[in-house]
């Protein structure tokens, strides 16, 4: 498991109950061969139609061993700048991604 990794899941968590957001954190998918690729969250409404996985630098993501058609948005985020929930940070973040949610994005959420 990567140095960082509990920190980073701890500031997903945090920025779902503070931002009003849907977050699975830690987040894990099943690949071909049955073997789970585990990630940092999986971040429902923001991003793709599935959402948006979070990897973190400065590992390869494994981009083969995801599924086929898997309509989820990938970002790899520097530890760094993302151990640490930052409100305005992680807002900036996720207004980057773009809200893909149903119904109307947090109140928050000015989409710049």
Sequence with gaps: ???DYYQLVDAWRTAATDLGIRVTAPFSITDADGDEVQFIAHVHDFG?????LVWTMPYPLPARRLPRGAAFFISTLNPDLYREYNQSRFMSTLAGWGWSGPGA????????
């Design 105 to 112: 994005p947090p109140a928050w959420y000015n989409g710049v």
């Design 48 to 52: 793709a139609s599935a959402g948006t």
């Design 1 to 3: 498991m990567w140095a």
